[in-house]
């Protein structure tokens, strides 16, 4: 049997819910207030603050839907077992590098507050991610917990007889 990484599993794990919940968030939001979108445009580098404002922000009324579709693929696909969870993996990579780029809409005074306020936390989570890049994972991720605690049992088994004998 595979043996999974625990530290992936978690991060799997946690990132599967984050993007599946944030594709509930886009979706509403840009069904409900399109208009909070456009503060995105004012953290975003050059050329990207044009682009958000001369084409994101006149046809946000889809594109937040499509957002939520590929947020929802993603949280879907980091669940999934290979090749699903590496394309995720990749994806969600490419969107963490477009949101260093974009930045989160915090309104900034200067440079350092700006890397720290709509950039810092992008690369922190290409960061994270960086183990499962680096090591396919082929199982879905309740298969991997199921591995993970099953040999978690048969150590805590294995210690018990130790104690035993």
């Not at 595979?2 to 530290?7: N, V």
């Not at 050059?46 to 839907?65: R, T």
């Not at 440079?111 to 879905?140: C, G, H, T, Y």
Request: glycine share 6%; net charge neutral; hydrophobic share 55%.
């Amino acid at each position: 049997m595979t043996k999974p990484s625990t530290y992936v599993t978690v991060i799997r794990t946690l990132f599967g819910i984050v993007f599946v919940g944030g594709s509930f968030v886009h979706l509403y939001e840009g069904l409900s207030s399109p208009n909070s979108y456009a503060a995105f445009g004012d953290t975003a580098w050059p050329p990207l603050d044009l682009l958000w404002a001369g084409f994101v922000m006149p046809n946000i009324g889809w594109l937040a839907p499509c957002m939520a579709a590929f947020e929802l693929a993603v949280g879907v696909g980091t669940l999934l077992h290979a090749p699903w969870n590496r394309l995720a993996v990749l994806a969600m990579t490419c969107f963490f590098a477009f949101i260093t780029v974009l930045g989160y809409a915090f309104p900034t005074s200067s440079l350092l507050e700006d890397f720290l306020a709509n950039r810092a936390l992008s690369l922190v989570m290409i960061l994270l991610v960086v183990p499962w890049l680096l090591k396919p994972q082929p199982l879905s991720v309740p298969a991997a917990w199921s591995a993970l605690l099953h040999r978690s049992s048969r150590a805590s088994d294995a210690t018990r007889i130790a104690s035993i004998s």
